[in-house]
């Protein structure tokens, strides 16, 4: 393990040993767990489940610290129910304590009062906050404080406050959101040192108290920011209170920078390292400090604790896709770690309101028990008829439960339609495929390609279960009877081949995938008009992705038309309409791209049916969707068997 010297390494935080410099950062995983009358064993398990397999630091999703609202003897308990399974496996685990004051609103919830704010600012999702009183800015310190004394009750070995994403003690520091002319405006450091000397008198020495910042705002002062300058001097005054045990960093104020923070598949590894390193060198000698953002590989984790950069390293997308990410670092196989492939499903589930976070191909997310492969006692020949996602995730899982699998493609890769995305800024999502390739080498999986399965090929194979992934067809060109011949393109045909200058792109599913191939023609020099069904560009593409897509389609096509219906092409023109029939564009185009559902092929189900061969419909052969459902109706086939 000296590969990993510096990684596996303990760290003392305050007066708690780390076993190692890994760590699990806060993230809102699931809203069940915060409802005392739901069962709150899924993110136990969870959590466990990653401290069991070695990460040494787990900051837990925060407990909101309302002064207006108590803590329930239900979320006390099932908080110490979290502590005993997590410190069982040998982590250290804080709580985080936040208070979202502007960033939200209140429609939800029509017995809370207005939303807190240190002024009458309005919130990123255009609601005007209450600007609080003397008393009420105390009574807010005295939430946190009685949070963090909910933190000890329970057994945790500390607290983290956050001061960053844009959340009150951000808001509280950041001039636009706090321009009183009383002490707490006076001093804006005031409240949150008040916020982290309370906590340090309830949690006492002997626990660690962090706490989250960021290395930049990305707001100028002219923007009523503070720069990265102006948070080297927050953290500098904070310091000082010597309350603080360790850092952990992000970047920006919430808002349109969350995209930046949670980096996705656009960017390299680790982006966010570099204004780390300024924010250290310009304070000093610093506590122990957390490097965050997109670190997803073991062997970059310890170059950038070899070097100094950073002291311990937050893995926790890599460890949301991978629970073992490091047992198999451990054992020398780093080769078969599942990657984080920066879809973001989990985040953007979250900012979407949904209760759970999930992962883009990492079924087992929060149902870690229910999904897990157990081994078979009765060993089958199984068949199964398509590599995208749903197939390959299917022969995966039998394979690890110990059945005798055969997977069949008729393409000459396996990756399905997920292969083409190769061609696009989201070239990262084909690691999800690649991986479980490589799986079914290490698994000794036959996997044939380029070759179709017919009546023939059943029985002589004789299966005793099928796992049919067939896939589904391109109708889009069916679509427009009058429109030119090969004029017409699925997003995989236009990607792969030649397109003409003059491209509108026509999208009726809102997902990611029209925006992308309309970024990467846009990219080749083609003139693109984009027109969708949606109210809006991808509104199924996910809050972060859309934050950064959104002005590069601005930028870089011709034209955005939303809320629209390809109605007519009449040869190479085409009439964009209103649902109402009024014209709203008329085009002359060299190919259209048509991202529509496809037609679902289930060619083979006569055929298991005439044999007698049991088998089940997965992926886009039972109804297309997205990748995320595929992988997760692949990996629930292979548990049925």
């Keep these: 393990m000296e590969h990993f010297s510096h990684l596996l390494s303990p760290i003392q935080l305050g007066r708690v040993e780390i076993r190692n410099r890994v760590v699990l950062t806060s993230h809102g995983a699931s809203e069940t767990f915060r409802n005392p009358l739901a069962s709150p064993d899924a993110y136990i398990e969870y959590l466990r489940r990653r401290a069991g397999a070695g990460v040494g630091l787990i900051i837990t999703q925060p407990v909101l610290s309302d002064p207006a609202v108590g803590i329930p003897e239900a979320t006390l308990q ?3 129910a979290l502590a005993d399974a997590v410190r069982a496996e040998g982590a250290v685990l804080l709580l985080q304590v936040t208070h979202l004051g502007v960033y939200a609103r209140t429609d939800a919830d029509l017995r809370r009062g207005p939303l807190p704010g240190f002024q009458n600012s309005q919130s990123a999702m255009g609601e005007t906050a209450h600007a609080m009183t003397d008393d009420e800015i105390e009574a807010m310190i005295e939430g946190y404080r009685r949070t963090a004394e909910m933190a000890v009750a329970a057994g945790f070995d500390g607290v983290e406050v956050h001061g960053a994403h844009g959340y ?35 949690i006492g020495p002997d626990r660690i108290l962090g706490y989250r910042t960021p290395t930049d705002d990305l707001r100028s002062a002219e923007d009523g920011g503070l720069g990265a300058a102006g948070i080297v001097e927050v953290v500098q005054a904070l310091l000082k209170t010597d309350q603080i045990d360790v850092l952990n960093t992000t970047i920006g104020d919430g808002g349109p920078s969350y995209a930046r923070a949670i980096p996705s598949y656009r960017y390299d590894e680790a982006p966010n390292i570099p204004p780390l390193v300024k924010m250290r060198e310009a304070l000093g000698v610093t506590p122990p400090v957390i490097g965050v953002g997109r670190i997803l590989s073991v062997g970059f984790a310890e170059s950038l604790l070899a070097a100094g950069r950073c002291d311990l390293v937050a893995m926790t997308r890599a460890h949301i896709a991978d629970p073992d990410l490091l047992v198999k670092a451990r054992a020398g196989q780093t080769h078969r770690i599942r990657p984080c492939v920066g879809a973001n499903v989990c985040v953007n589930r979250k900012l ?8 883009f191909h990492n079924p087992q997310v929060l149902r870690e028990r229910a999904l897990e492969p157990h081994r078979t006692d009765v060993p089958r020949r199984v068949l199964v008829v398509g590599a995208g996602p749903a197939g390959l995730k299917a022969a995966a899982t039998a394979a690890v ?3 005798d699998v055969t997977i069949i493609e008729a393409a000459a890769r396996p990756g399905g339609l997920l292969r083409s995305a190769e ?33 023939a090929l059943l029985r002589a194979a004789a299966p005793d279960h099928v796992v049919l992934a067939t896939g589904g067809r391109f109708v889009g060109a069916s679509l427009f009877p009058d429109a030119a011949p090969g004029l017409v393109l699925s997003s995989q045909q236009a990607l792969a081949g030649e397109v003409g200058t003059r491209v509108l792109i026509y999208d009726t599913v809102g997902a990611n995938e029209g ?37 590069i389609l601005h930028k870089r096509t011709e034209q955005i038309v939303t809320s629209a219906t390809v109605g007519d092409i009449d040869g190479t023109h085409v009439i964009v309409v209103r649902s109402d029939g009024d014209t709203l564009a008329e085009v002359d185009v060299d190919t259209v791209v048509a991202v529509c559902p496809p037609s679902p092929v289930t060619d083979l189900a006569p055929a298991l049916e005439d044999l007698g061969i049991v088998y089940r419909v997965v992926g886009d052969a039972l109804a297309p969707r997205g990748a995320t459902h595929a992988f997760k109706e692949g990996h629930e086939a292979a548990l049925a068997i």
Excluded: Y
Excluded at 352 to 359: D, L
Excluded at 515 to 527: I, P, Q, S, W
């Design 78 to 80: 099932r908080h110490a």
């Design 168 to 202: 009150l003690v951000q808001q509280s520091l950041t001039p636009s959101f706090n321009s009183r002319e009383d002490r707490w405006g006076a001093d804006r450091t005031l409240f949150v040192r008040s916020v982290l000397e309370v906590v340090r008198e309830t």
């Design 352 to 359: 979407q309101g949904f209760s759970e976070i999930s992962c």
């Design 401 to 403: 439960r110990g059945h």
């Design 423 to 455: 061609r696009t800024e989201a070239r990262g999502l084909v690691g999800s495929v690649d991986h479980l390739v490589s799986e079914l080498g290490e698994l000794r999986v036959t996997v044939q390609v380029a070759t179709a399965v017919d009546a």
């Design 515 to 551: 925006a992308l191939v309309a970024e990467a023609l846009a990219k080749r020099g083609k003139r693109v008009t984009f027109v969708t069904s949606c109210e809006t560009v991808m509104p199924w593409g996910g809050a972060l992705h859309r934050a950064e897509v959104l002005p």
